[in-house]
């Protein structure tokens, strides 16, 4: 067993060490602006002039892109994980405040105020949900209001996931219209356009300032029993904000009504067809309308290898360490104790059965967003290999060696440390090791929630449709992987007795 705490004393030191010097934090400092986006260019790019009017101003603040959807961001501003974010008239009547006929600016800023929001005025701009189908189509099958889809059973629709489960989105579209498609499915919004475009589904979701809504030949249908409401884009933010950076009131306050339709789907268009970085766009437009320079230079794609390297080591290794230190002991129990081993495997087998992206979510409200959720579900996801593996590295122990261990006189905890577990060593490396590969793929899903890592450029790449991008996550992740497997085939040497090797 002396040979066996070699990779989990290596492993606790990269712990104690990352502890005392993490990758930046996501939330910063007390008095640094959290500036939260949703997973949609137009929100990034709007998040991104935000965080550079704060940087005009001498406001310390960060962007924390691409966080989820609706739910996510508002229980972040809520619990001050985010401090403002870009947000829809129409999400916060029918969404957030859970369809209370509250549709007037007053009655909402009211309510808002009630759960410690403030809600700033329009930015100009309206993005209203529509639906969408390719203009050939429409052409053919005489469809120009939302009431014609009705004469066309068989269309086939396909929404964003949101639009599937928001009170102003799909159930309550079915029903104002009578809708009677049954082949309806929900997907990433993103993805949906390329589904118009190969003739997968004919009719998707859209947001009026869609950059694709040109550049896929789209027509917008009326929405002829005025169902959808009128989503004017604002600013939500904390009302402590007053108090806590009194000054960044009045750089939020800058935008408003200074960005119309045509402008943002122009910065749009510019983000997803010409593949121009959304900090180029909100600076460029900011220097056009302001007059704001930008002094902060743009990270080289090296840079940003880099940066999303300490996120991704730091979310495994954490998670990884943690995992170590549990599951070992709890493998050992169960193959020490008859009585409680279903229970134990049995545990951590339902773990191992939850959606990752469910596990992520579940761990918002009593985490916040950032790395602490994504560092617990990757812990979570880390025990069943290593219990297990613990269990039948040890209870596979032929019974002559055990005997002899017995009749050596040993006591039972110097017998497992000396002999038993030198004996199942390889078993519990592998376990060990199959956790650190589950882990490296799996920390890309961190990035949805603001944990950063290589997931980070794969969401953006996912959302511009940029292979490139995603490529940029997804090679690191995959050489991480291969590099984990070439790591734990060199402690294996050095720790599983000579006469257990292969």
Same mark, same amino acid.
């Given at each position: 067993?002396?040979?066996?705490?070699?990779?989990?004393?290596?492993?606790?030191?990269?712990?104690?060490?990352?502890s005392?010097?993490?990758?930046?934090?996501?939330s910063?400092?007390?008095?640094?602006?959290?500036?939260?986006?949703?997973?949609?260019?137009?929100?990034v790019?709007l998040?991104?002039?935000?965080?550079?009017?704060?940087e005009?101003?001498?406001?310390?603040?960060?962007?924390?892109?691409?966080?989820?959807?609706?739910?996510?961001?508002?229980?972040?501003?809520?619990?001050?994980?985010?401090?403002?974010?870009?947000?829809?008239?129409?999400?916060?009547?029918?969404?957030?405040?859970?369809?209370?006929?509250?549709?007037?600016?007053?009655?909402?800023?009211?309510?808002?105020?009630?759960?410690g929001?403030?809600?700033g005025?329009?930015?100009?701009?309206?993005?209203?949900?529509?639906?969408?189908?390719?203009t050939?189509?429409?052409?053919?099958?005489?469809?120009?209001?939302?009431?014609?889809?009705?004469?066309?059973?068989?269309?086939?629709?396909?929404?964003?996931?949101?639009?599937?489960?928001?009170?102003?989105?799909?159930?309550?579209l079915?029903?104002?219209?009578?809708?009677?498609?049954?082949?309806?499915?929900?997907?990433?919004?993103?993805?949906?356009?390329?589904?118009?475009?190969?003739?997968?589904?004919?009719v998707?979701?859209?947001?009026?300032?869609?950059?694709?809504?040109?550049?896929?030949?789209?027509?917008?249908?009326?929405?002829?029993?005025?169902?959808?409401?009128?989503?004017?884009?604002?600013?939500?933010?904390?009302?402590?904000?007053?108090?806590?950076?009194?000054?960044?009131?009045?750089?939020?306050?800058?935008?408003?009504?200074?960005?119309?339709?045509?402008?943002?789907?122009?910065?749009?268009?510019?983000?997803?067809?010409?593949?121009?970085?959304?900090?180029?766009?909100?600076?460029?437009?900011?220097?056009?309308?302001?007059s704001?320079?930008?002094?902060?230079a743009?990270?080289?794609?090296l840079?940003?290898?880099?940066?999303?390297?300490?996120?991704? *080591?730091?979310? $495994?290794?954490?998670?990884?360490? !943690?995992?170590?230190? %549990?599951?070992? @002991? #709890?493998?050992?129990? /169960?193959?020490?104790?008859?009585?409680?081993?279903?229970?134990?495997?049995?545990?951590?087998?339902?773990?191992?059965?939850?959606?990752?992206?469910?596990?992520?979510?579940?761990?918002?409200?009593?985490l916040?967003?950032?790395?602490?959720?994504?560092m617990?579900?990757?812990?979570?996801?880390?025990? *069943?290999p290593? $219990?297990?593996?613990?269990?039948? !590295?040890?209870?596979? %122990?032929p019974? @002559? #060696?055990?005997?002899? /261990?017995?009749?050596?006189?040993?006591?039972?905890?110097?017998?497992?440390?000396?002999v038993?577990?030198?004996?199942a060593?390889?078993?519990?490396?592998?376990?060990i090791?199959?956790?650190?590969?589950?882990?490296?793929?799996?920390?890309?899903?961190?990035?949805?929630i603001?944990?950063?890592?290589?997931?980070?450029?794969?969401?953006?790449?996912?959302?511009?449709?940029?292979?490139?991008?995603i490529?940029?996550?997804?090679?690191?992740?995959a050489?991480?992987?291969l590099?984990?497997?070439?790591?734990?085939?060199?402690?294996?040497?050095?720790?599983?007795p000579?006469?257990?090797?292969?």
């Open positions: 067993m002396r040979g066996l705490a070699h990779p989990a004393v290596l492993v606790l030191l990269c712990l104690t060490v990352l005392v010097c993490p990758p930046k934090a996501a910063g400092s007390g008095q640094e602006v959290k500036i939260g986006s949703k997973v949609f260019t137009e929100s790019i998040g991104e002039m935000i965080a550079r009017l704060c005009s101003e001498g406001v310390p603040s960060v962007h924390l892109r691409e966080l989820g959807g609706t739910r996510v961001l508002w229980d972040a501003l809520l619990k001050g994980d985010v401090d403002v974010y870009p947000e829809y008239t129409g999400t916060i009547s029918e969404e957030i405040l859970e369809g209370g006929g509250l549709r007037s600016p007053e009655e909402m800023e009211k309510a808002l105020e009630a759960r929001v403030r809600m005025r329009s930015l100009g701009f309206n993005d209203n949900y529509a639906l969408g189908m390719k050939g189509v429409c052409a053919s099958l005489h469809i120009r209001r939302i009431s014609d889809l009705v004469h066309h059973p068989d269309l086939v629709f396909g929404f964003s996931s949101e639009f599937m489960d928001r009170r102003d989105g799909w159930q309550g079915r029903d104002r219209y009578h809708l009677p498609q049954k082949k309806v499915s929900g997907l990433e919004h993103n993805l949906a356009y390329r589904g118009l475009e190969s003739g997968s589904i004919q998707t979701d859209l947001y009026t300032t869609d950059a694709e809504i040109g550049y896929y030949g789209l027509t917008v249908l009326e929405d002829d029993l005025h169902y959808f409401p009128v989503y004017e884009a604002v600013l939500l933010y904390r009302a402590d904000l007053l108090t806590r950076v009194p000054e960044v009131i009045g750089v939020l306050a800058r935008l408003e009504g200074r960005i119309s339709d045509a402008d943002m789907i122009e910065m749009n268009r510019l983000a997803k067809t010409d593949k121009v970085p959304e900090t180029k766009v909100a600076s460029d437009f900011l220097a056009k309308r302001f704001v320079g930008v002094r902060k743009a990270e080289t794609v840079e940003q290898i880099g940066r999303h390297t300490k996120e991704h *080591l730091f979310l $495994v290794l954490v998670s990884l360490a !943690g995992a170590v230190v %549990i599951a070992v @002991p #709890l493998g050992i129990v /169960a193959a020490k104790s008859p009585v409680l081993a279903p229970a134990i495997l049995g545990f951590v087998g339902v773990i191992q059965t939850i959606p990752s992206l469910a596990l992520l979510v579940f761990m918002i409200p009593l916040g967003i950032g790395g602490p959720p994504a617990v579900a990757l812990f979570l996801y880390s025990l *069943l290593i $219990v297990r593996n613990t269990y039948t !590295g040890l209870t596979g %122990i019974s @002559p #060696l055990r005997e002899s /261990a017995e009749a050596l006189g040993l006591p039972a905890f110097p017998r497992l440390r000396l038993e577990l030198p004996l060593s390889r078993e519990i490396l592998a376990g090791k199959t956790s650190a590969v589950i882990n490296v793929g799996t920390a890309t899903l961190g990035a949805l603001g944990a950063g890592g290589y997931g980070q450029p794969i969401l953006t790449g996912i959302r511009l449709d940029n292979v490139g991008m490529l940029q996550g997804a090679v690191p992740a050489l991480l992987a590099a984990v497997q070439g790591l734990f085939a060199l402690v294996e040497t050095a720790v599983v000579r006469g257990l090797k292969g």
